[in-house]
């Protein structure tokens, strides 16, 4: 990775949006239920370039993002692989093959990872850095109008997965991106901050 083009905070500005961060924050509900209505480009770079202002301990820059244009080639063997690591695990075709249509149909994909430090707790670091820039991504998608469901499940599972979109093997898997346009509201419940607070003094 090159360090010659850094970008700089003070020189980069925020997309035009009329959603708060409250706004984004309470109506970011997983949800994978899309129309086919498959998101621009451009809002997709947005919301990549919104993920890489993460927090990042010692700047370390470490997630990797693969947008895996529908359609496409690369689309294909991730289905592909997707229906393998199921039907190996499970005998069941449909179960398989349902995996792998997800990974066909997604609106947009986007596969992230977060590469190894030179020690554990570097290694850890960087996983919560990427995992920040994932929720920054789906923030601003709510601001795009779009919706995301991240994903551990078994489309991020093959052992193939990460050379086969041009990864390293011993890189971390984040998750897996299915982002659209919400095609149904999705709810979701917490307990209250109230709950799980201790205010000391
Ligand atoms: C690290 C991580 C992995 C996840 N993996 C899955 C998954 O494999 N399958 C799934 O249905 N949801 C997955 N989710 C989504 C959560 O299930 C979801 O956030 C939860 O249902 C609460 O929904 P909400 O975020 O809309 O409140 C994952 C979320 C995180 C943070």
Avoid at 63 to 68: K, S
Avoid at 165 to 174: A, F, I, N
Avoid at 177 to 188: V, W
């Amino acid at each position: 990775m090159t360090t010659s083009n850094r970008l700089r905070s003070g020189n980069v500005s925020a997309p035009e949006t009329g959603v708060s961060v409250y706004e984004a924050i309470h109506n970011r509900r997983m949800n994978n239920d899309f129309s086919d209505a498959v998101p621009d480009r451009d809002a997709l770079r947005r919301m990549l370039d919104a993920a890489v202002w993460a927090p990042n301990h010692r700047l370390t820059n470490p997630w990797r993002f693969y947008v895996l244009e529908k359609g496409g080639e690369k689309r294909a063997q991730v289905a592909q692989l997707a229906y393998d690591n199921l039907f190996a695990r499970s005998g069941n075709h449909e179960h398989a093959d349902g995996s792998r249509q997800r990974v066909l149909d997604a609106p947009a994909l986007i596969y992230v990872y977060s590469v190894p430090g030179d020690s554990e707790e570097l290694t850890q670091e960087n996983y919560a850095a990427a995992c920040c820039a994932v929720q920054n991504l789906l923030l601003a998608a709510v601001a795009e109008g779009l919706a995301g469901d991240w994903s551990t499940g078994n489309t991020t599972r093959h052992p193939q997965l990460a050379e086969t979109l041009g990864g390293e093997s011993d890189w971390t898997m984040v998750g897996a991106l299915f982002i659209g346009q919400p095609s149904r509201p999705s709810a979701s419940v917490r307990a209250p901050a109230d709950e799980v607070t201790a205010w000391l003094s």
